[in-house]
């Protein structure tokens, strides 16, 4: 497992950006696939945007395609959410993963509020 935190989080208003950071504690930081969920109140956690171990590729859920990018710094074993365009409906909890073998390592959570 994985120590993941994140950061950045916070309440703003409609068309404002964000940049969400999320550490983690490991050495083996590169060769991690990397990802962004977000659970709003009474819904699921989905799936926001994801990024290679290699950095060469990365993916988004529809509806922050072209306003999000997520992004890594192997250097400093961090990766980002880049915010922009935020909508009321982008409001919720959002959770950095980081895979490898199979296992799962989840983040703590940060708040991201877009009053509507």
């Known amino acids: 497992q994985v120590q993941l935190v994140e950061s950045g989080g916070g309440s703003v208003q409609t068309g404002d950006s964000l940049r969400l950071s999320c550490a983690a504690s490991?050495?083996?930081?590169?060769?991690?696939?990397l990802a962004w969920f977000r659970q709003a109140p009474g819904k699921e956690r989905e799936f926001v945007a994801a990024?290679?171990?290699?950095?060469?590729?990365?993916k988004y859920t529809d509806s922050v395609q072209g306003r999000f990018t997520i992004f890594k710094n192997n250097a400093k074993n961090t990766v980002y959410l880049q915010m922009n365009s935020l909508q009321p409906e982008d409001t919720a909890v959002y959770y950095c993963?980081?895979?490898?073998?199979?296992?799962?390592?989840w983040g703590q959570g940060t708040q991201v509020t877009v009053p509507s």
């Open positions: 993963a980081a895979d490898r073998g199979g296992t799962r390592s």
């Open positions: 990024v290679s171990w290699r950095g060469d590729g990365s």
């Open positions: 490991t050495p083996f930081f590169s060769s991690y696939n």
